[in-house]
């Protein structure tokens, strides 16, 4: 058995602090910014945006409206909506990166490396053969060809069609 290691978001998971205001209640709730906020798509009870710390180019997640830590804690149609932006997500994301494969997934509670445990939410991230290299795994540094505006872009005007 191979393990993958991810020692860069250690820091990111174990952070302590004061509360801060939730980022995915304020994107549902800013309609105003949503290229700062990330935001590609709006749908009813969902919305989809980019990881602002993305593992590959294309990181996105598909994020409920209504601020809950589990799949128990929203309605039906919010995770019937859900699933729909995922695989939608998928289909733009195969067209625009040409994927070998791609991870589709949640983290519920921080022990499961939630990064944000009291907002569910499902990441989507188009993954390629031989796409983790040393800069990673030993530099703790992601080499992404893409900038955030380019990809925001491409989404957007993918999920605007």
Sequence with gaps: MDYLWTPWRYQYVTKTGEAQECIFCAAASDT???RERLVVHRAARNLVMLNRYPYT????MVVPYEHAPSLEAVADETLVELIGLARLAEKHLRALYR???LNLGFNIGRSAGAGIAEHIHMHALPRWTGDTSFMTAV???RVLPEDLGTTWTKLWRAFAE
């Design 139 to 141: 530099g703790e540094t």
């Design 32 to 34: 105003v910014h949503d």
């Design 99 to 101: 994927p070998d494969g």
């Design 57 to 60: 180019s294309g990181h996105v």
